[in-house]
């Protein structure tokens, strides 16, 4: 039987890239708001609020009492998944009519973005697993997130901000792909997926923009509205392209156990979903809803699986770390 002893060895050996792991999940709760599912999605809201509760303190604690190790894992790309996971939670937050909540988790995500991502970027060094595109996925949740928040409020410099981060965005993913190993594509432990997820992720943030617009605030001109729907559209074929590729590369080499970075397959399978689905309602394209709907299955069953293999590999290390 294990107890208090034997978990805290365990929980010591969780890695940034754990964060991942509430990214996945948060997401498909979004996906699953987005399709009606209500109830389905406030238990899966409800699952990642206690994983990003548990990931929190145990950053908090780490902080505190080992900031050496604090330091070198801020250095890593998949510290990151602390603003992203962050991001995401607030954007289903602001869905459920919470912009108070919504605010203080965009304040959070806001204050430990520039602090992660300088430290990220200060060890890019070529070649980068798919990691290194969470330079791009922090920033876009950011912009899904103010974007979301400037619809629900009519807060037009929010929008503004949001827009800057969505360039911002696209920009860190230009460095980020000239530093992926593309080899990574067939032998990747499942971060690879993140390059696909990354582009999932700024296509909604492109669609949130445009959806964020109202006659009452007017954020975009003819010109600008139509650069962002072609963006936006150019970013969810290059996703799906993304997707197909990862898929295939997946059928011919298929990996086997889990992987903590499994997470990250999760993660863009769930946000692709999303994307599509908000594209279809921001840029009026209802033959989307379908496709949509069909990709947010195939992440909810990615999810379980994933799930299923982090609660067996939990209970093995627990019971490998139990004092004898």
Request: charged share 15%; hydrophobic share 60%.
């Amino acid at each position: 039987m294990s107890g208090p002893t034997s978990l805290r060895p365990w929980w010591a050996q969780r890695s940034p890239a754990a964060g991942a792991a509430v990214m996945a999940t948060g997401t498909v709760s979004v996906g699953l708001h987005m399709t009606a599912y209500e109830v389905l999605s406030r238990v899966v809201l409800g699952l990642a609020c206690v994983a990003w509760v548990v990931l929190a303190a145990g950053f908090g604690v780490r902080l505190v009492r080992g900031p050496e190790r604090w330091r070198a894992e801020a250095g890593t790309p998949g510290a990151l998944t602390a603003v992203a996971a962050t991001a995401v939670l607030g954007t289903r937050f602001s869905a459920l009519g919470r912009q108070t909540l919504a605010e203080a988790l965009l304040a959070l995500a806001a204050v430990l973005w520039p602090l992660l991502l300088v430290q990220a970027a200060r060890r890019w060094r070529r070649p980068m697993p798919g990691t290194v595109f969470l330079c791009c996925v922090a920033t876009q949740g950011l912009a899904v997130l103010g974007a979301t928040l400037a619809g629900a409020e009519a807060t037009a410099w929010l929008a503004h901000a949001a827009l800057v981060l969505f360039w911002l965005g696209l920009v860190l993913y230009g460095c980020a792909l000239a530093l992926f190993d593309l080899r990574e594509v067939t032998q990747g432990p499942g971060d690879q997926w993140v390059a696909g997820g990354a582009l999932a992720l700024s296509a909604l943030a492109g669609s949130k923009l445009v959806a964020a617009d109202s006659a009452r605030l007017y954020l975009w001109n003819d010109d600008d509205r139509g650069v962002l729907r072609a963006v936006t559209l150019a970013l969810l074929v290059l996703d799906l392209a993304w997707y197909a590729v990862l898929l295939v590369a997946e059928a011919v080499r298929p990996l086997h156990g889990y992987d903590v970075r499994r997470w990250a397959t999760v993660f863009p399978l769930g946000m692709t979903a999303a994307a599509v689905l908000s594209v279809a309602a921001a840029l009026d394209a209802p033959r989307l809803k379908g496709p949509g709907e069909v990709l947010l299955w195939i992440a909810v069953a990615a999810w379980l699986a994933v799930a299923a293999g982090a609660v067996t590999a939990a209970r093995a290390g627990i019971r490998s770390t139990a004092p004898r």
